[in-house]
Nanobody, 124 residues
Framework: QLRLVESGGGLVQPGGSLRLSCVAS????????IAWFRQAPGKEREWVSC????????SYADSVKGRFTISRDNAKNTVYLQMNSLKPEDTADYYC?????????????????WGQGTQVTVSS
């Protein structure tokens, strides 16, 4: 059974850091493109970043570029999202998503598999 599980969310002060993890079971992440999305209360789900399989090339939304870093550890079947210099506007539920087509899409509908999400709150 295919499953993605996010963790690492929490409460952090502005300027702080968090590292989110997305652990896969039932699939080998190296064969999938992995994306992170986020959804704030009352807002649509927003694409944050993605990492392609094989090449490992990455892409970021302008709102997080230079602050967030996506990476993967194939041995652990895990993708990470390192979030630095966090701002209150980064507050949201964060989701990882996977798809076997090696294309980095910003559309949530593109991805076949989703985790349950982890909550990130940036507040003083």
């Amino acid at each position: 059974q295919l499953r993605l599980v996010e963790s690492g969310g929490g409460l952090v002060q502005p300027g702080g850091s968090l590292r989110l993890s997305c652990v896969a079971s039932g699939l080998t992440l190296d064969y999938y493109v992995i994306a992170w999305f986020r959804q704030a209360p009352g807002k649509e789900r927003e694409w944050v970043s993605c990492i392609r399989n094989r090449s490992g090339s990455t892409s970021y939304a302008d709102s997080v570029k230079g602050r967030f870093t996506i990476s993967r550890d194939n041995a652990k079947n895990t993708v990470y999202l390192q979030m630095n210099s966090l701002k209150p506007e980064d507050t949201a539920d964060y989701y990882c998503a996977a798809d076997p087509v090696n294309y980095c899409s910003g559309a949530a509908s593109f991805y076949d598999y989703w985790g349950q999400g982890t909550q990130v709150t940036v507040s003083s």
